[in-house]
């Protein structure tokens, strides 16, 4: 026998039965913008993270690369030969040395105005223009890549600064987009990392030592000193987080 068919539901009670009311798309969509607040600067921090990592590493290619091709046009033993003091001169082959080296950088040949950084744990602002001594970095020369560069000589020794993406993008800050270099004596150019800290420069200059704001080449949460994350660069190269060495360094920058 021949089955009867079952008769066709109404249009109308199959509308009635896929439709969803106010109330459930409010919270649906409420939902959604909770999710979307909790993930979306997430997304961005690690973005962000990502970036500055990416932009570290060209950057130190850029200028080991550079300081490859002035070995090679001036020679070697280049801290010995060009970190020379004269007391009537002071380092008068300086100029020679910085000048090479910027061309073999791609030296756009535009030079910044002062701006102002952070430290590493952003506790202290100051300008490129109170560089005492030179023992802060002033990465005013403009590279074709977008970033910026300084190299001086001062206390026998040759370094080097690099804003990442230059001057005019944030967050300019040390350990972030700003780093130290320091030329080794076989002509190699060497992240500079940590060796001691102290609290803040309050605290260095009581225990006596010169140079509070960058004695022991700090890098970590804990200081105060003005130079903190002059030592970052080390551990910004391995991705090391220099208060815990169980943790990746990029990955623990805060925002």
């Known amino acids: 026998s021949v089955m009867a068919k079952e008769p066709a539901e109404p249009?109308?009670?199959?509308?009635?039965?896929?439709?969803?009311?106010l109330a459930e798309v409010l919270i649906t969509l409420g939902i959604i913008g909770i999710v979307a607040a909790i993930t979306i600067p997430t997304l961005v921090k690690a973005y962000q993270r990502k970036v500055l990592k990416t932009r570290f590493l060209q950057s130190y290619n850029i200028a080991s690369n550079a300081m490859l091709q002035t070995k090679q046009e001036l020679g070697e033993n280049l801290v010995s030969v060009y970190a020379v003091y004269d007391p009537s001169r002071g380092y008068y082959k300086s100029s020679e040395f910085v000048n090479t080296f910027l061309k073999y950088c791609n030296y756009t040949g535009n030079i910044m105005p002062n701006y102002y950084m952070s430290n590493y744990n952003n506790t202290k602002t100051y300008s490129t223009a109170d560089n005492i001594g030179r023992?802060?970095?002033?990465p005013r020369y403009m590279l074709r890549n977008g970033s910026s560069i300084g190299t001086w000589i001062n206390g026998y020794a040759i370094w080097?600064?690099?804003d990442t993406n230059g001057p005019t993008q944030k967050p300019n800050r040390y350990g972030?987009?700003?780093f130290m270099f320091k030329l080794s004596k076989n002509d190699a150019l060497k992240p500079i990392k940590m060796t001691s800290y102290y609290e803040d420069e309050a605290a260095a200059t009581e225990s006596g030592v010169p140079w509070a704001g960058i004695?022991?080449?700090?890098?970590?949460k804990k200081s105060n000193q003005?130079?903190?994350?002059r030592g970052c660069s080390w551990y910004a190269f391995h991705d090391q987080n220099p208060d815990d060495a169980?943790?990746?360094?990029?990955k623990s920058l805060d925002f």
């Open 246 to 250: 169980s943790k990746g360094y990029w």
């Open 11 to 21: 249009r109308q009670c199959r509308s009635k039965r896929v439709a969803f009311t």
């Open 226 to 229: 003005r130079g903190n994350g």
């Open 160 to 162: 080097v600064s690099i």
């Open 176 to 178: 972030y987009d700003i």
């Open 135 to 138: 023992d802060y970095p002033t």
């Open 215 to 220: 004695q022991g080449s700090p890098c970590t």
